[in-house]
């Protein structure tokens, strides 16, 4: 990858993501959930869960609320049941889409989706179409103004990271998805703060769509994540800073 924003790009500003907490804690939840409801409640023995817990404890949830959530998982606690769903969708301009989607009701999710797919020009894809665009990564990102790319690199590989790349002003450090937990806690024992922590789905290679696309590829992604049962939206596409706006 080059130096260009690409984590960045596909990921909100932090101030976005602030004025969404009580969203995000919703959908950390339901990932908690079907995480223990697949493998048990027991964190040390469910690397699933371990994760979902770490990420949670990285957007500072609460420890009741995981609790919580573990619980209705395990069937401690009544809760909803919820189902996995992965659709792949072509963004306005050509992008590539991943959309993950954990829901108790898939035929409103699929209506629901497909609706907002079709009112941005976009369409689901045939399953296949898009996804191996795509790689399962560790991510974990880091204040390029708290700490210098070398810094971070030294230490990041030291201990296992695949790569490390200055993504506007963003450091940020790949992992493969089975050294992505000792990666964080080793980077978290040398008391480096990560600006965010996740097993993610990185594209092969990006677009970059002219001015008119951007902003639709980014209005599409904001009404897709609005969505109660949308988890996670994935896609390829560059941003620049205006594209919102």
């Known amino acids: 990858m080059s130096g260009h924003s690409k984590w960045a790009t596909i990921k909100h500003k932090k101030g976005a993501l602030d004025a969404k907490r009580g969203q995000m804690f919703t959908k950390l939840i339901k990932e908690i959930s079907i995480s223990a409801r697949m493998g048990g409640g027991d964190a040390e023995a469910n690397p699933r869960l371990r994760t979902a817990v770490l990420k949670a404890r990285a957007a500072n949830m609460p420890k009741d609320n995981i609790d919580r959530a573990i619980k209705k998982g395990s069937g401690e606690l009544e809760g909803a049941s919820y189902e996995e769903l992965t659709y792949e969708a072509y963004a306005p301009g050509g992008g590539a889409m991943l959309i993950e989607v954990l829901t108790d009701n898939k035929n409103r999710a699929a209506a629901e989706i ?50 490390v790349q200055n993504e506007d002003g963003e450091i940020v450090v790949y992992t493969t998805p089975d050294s992505f937990e000792a990666v964080l806690n080793a980077m978290n024992a040398k008391k480096f703060e990560t600006d965010g922590a996740e097993i993610s789905m990185i594209p092969d290679v990006y677009v970059t769509p002219d001015k008119d696309n951007a902003g639709k590829v980014q209005r599409l992604i904001d009404k897709l994540e609005e969505s109660e049962d949308v988890q996670n939206v994935y896609h390829n596409v560059e941003l620049p800073e205006s594209a919102d706006e």
């Not at 810094?151 to 590989?157: D, G, K, N, S």
Request: proline share 0%.
């Open 114 to 163: 497909r609706n907002i797919l079709t009112r941005a020009g976009s369409n689901f894809g045939a399953s296949g179409s898009v996804a191996y665009l795509f790689k399962r990564k560790g991510v974990l990102s880091y204040d390029g103004e708290k700490y210098s790319e070398d810094t971070i690199l030294e230490a990041a590989l030291e201990v296992g990271a695949e790569d």
